[in-house]
């Protein structure tokens, strides 16, 4: 089949624009701000950015399979997909691991790049995103969830990229 929609599709062009709004809205927080107000700017960046992470590759994923086998197979590919699944290290490279053996050492090597700088920002993310939405963490950074957010946009990218349907 044939991929028939603009990719990225509006749904992640969507989330892409507004996670980079939001970081845009984070990092001008005015000096004059409560610091209850910065706290939960940056928490929200950061559960934002993990959910960006989590839902680009669903809908990707999902995307892809639609456009590469039957509608009956796309549907239960579907049906396994935005569950809350954490977007870890491990489930993203699980996961392509299904799909093509090839597709997850690319995302290995990217990951594991630069004494494996991505693939630990990507698990303190998901780290703190669990931990704020338990409850159990209510201090993070300004520069942290900024820098975690541009973890988010780059990944991001290249989950769009690699799993571009067309």
């Known amino acids: 089949m044939v991929w028939p929609g603009a990719w990225p599709s509006h ?12 970081r ?11 610091n209850e107000t910065e706290q939960g700017m940056t928490r929200f960046l950061v559960v934002r950015a993990c ?9 990707a994923f999902c995307a892809f399979a639609e456009s590469k086998s039957s509608p009956h197979v796309a549907s239960f590919v579907r049906t396994q997909f935005f ?6 290290p491990d489930r993203i490279g699980q996961t392509l691991r299904r ?7 690319r995302f290995d090597a990217l990951i594991d790049a630069d004494d494996q700088r991505l693939r630990r920002e990507l698990s303190f ?3 703190r995103r669990n931990k704020i939405a ?7 950074r300004r520069r942290k969830a900024l820098d975690l957010a541009d973890v988010a946009l780059e990944l991001g990218d290249w989950i769009v990229a690699e799993l571009d349907p067309r």
């Open 24 to 34: 845009v809205e984070v990092e001008g927080i005015d000096a004059d701000a409560s």
């Open 11 to 22: 749904e992640l062009s969507s989330s892409r624009s507004r996670l980079e709004e939001l």
């Open 99 to 105: 799909l093509e053996a090839v597709r997850a050492d």
């Open 51 to 59: 959910g960006h992470i989590e839902f680009t590759f669903d809908e």
């Open 125 to 127: 993310l998901v780290d």
């Open 83 to 88: 569950r809350g699944a954490n977007p870890s």
């Open 134 to 140: 338990h409850g159990q963490s209510e201090t993070v």
